[in-house]
């Protein structure tokens, strides 16, 4: 491994944009900024109210405005090692995961922890937020997942062995905070509703292990599996 990695801000629209009707491609990418960091980064988030970023580097949870190199630290370190970190859209709060099974809700406005949850005692590997909702999901190692609300501490849904491996990704549908997207190294795309006790009201079955997925828009998600990209209806 390298003694830095980097964290560089790519403008796709500048100069030499090539279109046609099929595929949209670049032939040149201009670089707005590159930051060396010492340390991996093990997450990058974008505010784009805020105009700024939030990544992680083991115990600390880091920021930058957009168009500046100056480094910040958004937060006090942790004890524990850092998984995962997401934004609501408002930009005022947050939520973050732990190696040590904690989840926590920070506020961003006064940089302080609002909520602390222990929920497990694995690895939290993924988590989300909800933007008009005291909800959060948060997806973790042993293939569990839980979908809680911070403010009465109260579990909506919770299902062990959701996943038989490692969950890479989880988030709140767009449109509703009733369902949920997950995915995992052991192949599956799941979707859960919230009102329901079983969860799991739909399983896509991948050819590979699913590392990401984006939703495109009510109807339809993306994955990236192996060296393959995989749309859903």
């Not at 960091?37 to 700024?52: A, R, S």
């Not at 961003?108 to 497990?120: A, C, E, M, P, V």
């Not at 690895?123 to 973790?140: A, E, F, Q, R």
Request: overall charge positive; hydrophobic content about 30%.
């Amino acid at each position: 491994m390298s003694e830095y990695q980097r964290i560089g801000i790519t403008d796709f629209n500048k100069n030499n944009q090539v279109k046609n009707s099929e595929t949209k491609t670049w032939t040149r990418m201009e670089n707005v900024f590159n930051i060396k960091l010492l340390k991996p980064c093990n997450y990058l988030n974008y505010n784009p109210k805020k105009k700024c970023y939030f990544y992680g580097q083991d115990m600390s949870i880091c920021m930058i405005f957009s168009g500046s190199n100056k480094l910040q630290n958004a937060f006090t370190k942790e004890k524990n090692i850092i998984n995962c970190f997401s934004l609501r859209k408002d930009g005022c709060l947050g939520v973050y995961g732990t190696e040590e099974g904690e989840t926590k809700i920070l506020s961003l406005t006064h940089k302080s922890i609002l909520k602390s949850f222990k929920i497990s005692n694995s690895n939290i590997d993924c988590v989300d937020i909800v933007d008009k909702k005291p909800l959060i999901s948060i997806g973790s190692s042993d293939g569990s997942i839980v979908v809680q609300d911070f403010t009465s501490e109260k579990s909506i849904l919770s299902l062990k062995n959701c996943h038989k491996d490692f969950i890479k990704k989880i988030f709140f549908e767009k449109s509703s905070s009733e369902t949920v997207y997950s995915c995992s190294l052991d192949k599956y795309i799941n979707i859960l509703d919230v009102r329901e006790k079983k969860g799991i009201v739909k399983s896509y079955l991948s050819d590979y292990e699913v590392y990401d997925l984006v939703q495109i828009n009510e109807n339809i998600i993306c994955s990236a599996s192996g060296k393959c990209l995989y749309l859903f209806d």
